[in-house]
Structures are given as C-alpha cells and as structure tokens.
C-alpha cells in the first residue's frame, strides 16, 4: 500500500473549516484513499473514503486532486469534539486485510 | 445498531499470566479484524477471521499469540505468558463482506497493563 505523509498537528478555530491535507503520491490506480479518526483513547471512527471522484457525507468531505497524488479532508464547521488524530490510509481492497496506520495528523479545535 | 463491542475495556495481568480479549462484531458483519496500538504509535495489524477461519496472520508474533472466531459467539485473542511489552491497546474492526469491498469499523479496544 502507498504511503502517506501527514503534518504532524494542526489547529482549527471552533466553527471554522479544517482543512487536512494527506500526500500520497505514490498511489497506484486500484487504491482508495481512507480516512479514519481517532479521538483519545478511544477506537479510530471511518470518517470517509474514495477512489478519484470527490466525496462528501454527513461527517466531512474528501477532495482529491485530479492526479490523485493528494488528497484533502474537510470538515466544514469543526467543533471542540472533533479534536482527534486524523489517519490518511490508501489501501488497495484487491491486495490487502489491513489498514495501515500512520502516525496522522493531531487536530487541535481551539474555542 | 449496536457497534463493535469488546471486553473487558481494561485489563490487568501479571507477567507469566494469560489475557483473553473478546470482540463480538457488528450485527451481519462475519469478518474480523485485530490491531495493537502501542503508546504513542499507530495501529498494527496483527489477524483477519472469519467465522471459524484465519485468513491473515501475518501481524500476529509467532509466538504465545493465538485467535479464534468460532461458529458461536465472540472472536476471541488470547496471549499466554504475558511480558510487560504486551502492554497497549488492542482494537477490533469489523466488516460484512470482507476486505475486498468493505470499510473496517472499529470497536473501543482494549487496554492491557501488565505488571
């Protein structure tokens, strides 16, 4: 599976958008680009995934450049419960069990 | 709907001991997954089951690591002769079809201390 590289920490102002950019210029064509949350201590949660087109539900919106060498994840209005660490994962479900996790990006909401 | 559950939330052992950890999936979902978290680092993959089956254990240690997912009941990760190393989080995910075609959904994990 194709790494990723993920700022270590971000901070976002609460109601503002988040804005986390994952580099994953490895990627390969059968690859979707995942993201997963972990909030303290607790499970990571599936936020979202895709192949190429963008995506967006009810959680966050996942924007992928045209090249597919990176990728965006947007939370539109963050909250202070949104304060997690933020895990980009490219997996190819044809090759692969797992996820493979990185060390992410720490996201800070401040009030 | 009910999510993945896992127990107990927290255990404590003695080294030499043995731990079992227990992950009953999602409703519907026949595919199981184990990861390990250990302080201040990612998730790692250790097995993929399926009912009464183990598909991957290609991140399980080879040694006094073992996992079951019987016909009935909860999928089951045993360490025997625990050592202070095995201390962290170990997490379950879940998934209905399989890793080909589905997301993983993670239960709350269970964290292991040994002393």
């Known amino acids: 599976d194709a790494k990723t590289t993920q700022p270590p920490s971000m901070d976002c102002a609460e109601g503002r958008a988040a804005n986390l950019p994952c580099n994953h210029s490895t990627i390969s064509g059968n690859e979707y680009v995942y993201w997963y949350r972990q909030i303290h201590s607790q499970g990571p949660q599936y936020i979202i995934h895709g192949l190429k087109n963008n995506e967006t539900n009810e959680m966050a919106s996942l924007i992928i450049t045209e090249d597919r060498k990176s990728s965006t994840l947007i939370l539109p209005h963050a909250t202070l419960r949104d304060t997690a660490v933020y895990y980009c994962?490219?997996?190819?479900?044809?090759?692969?069990?797992?996820?493979?996790f990185g060390t992410g990006t720490s996201l800070t909401v401040i009030p | 709907n009910a999510g993945v559950m896992q127990n107990p939330r927290h255990l404590v052992r003695r080294r030499g001991q043995e731990a079992r950890l227990r992950c009953s999936p999602m409703k519907g979902h026949s595919h199981v997954y184990w990861y390990r978290q250990l302080p201040e680092e990612g998730l790692k993959f250790m097995v993929y089951?399926?009912?009464?089956?183990?598909?991957?254990e290609s991140g399980m240690p080879k040694e006094r690591f073992s996992a079951e997912f019987p016909k009935e009941g909860p999928s089951i990760l045993r360490i025997q002769q625990v050592v202070r190393g095995d201390s962290a989080a170990y997490f379950c995910?879940?998934?209905?079809?399989?890793?080909?075609?589905?997301?993983?959904?993670f239960g709350p994990g269970t964290r292991l201390t040994v002393l």
């Open positions: 089951l399926q009912k009464e089956n183990i598909i991957d």
């Open positions: 995910a879940s998934s209905p079809l399989g890793p080909s075609t589905d997301t993983q959904y």
């Open positions: 994962i490219v997996r190819d479900p044809n090759t692969g069990n797992q996820f493979y």
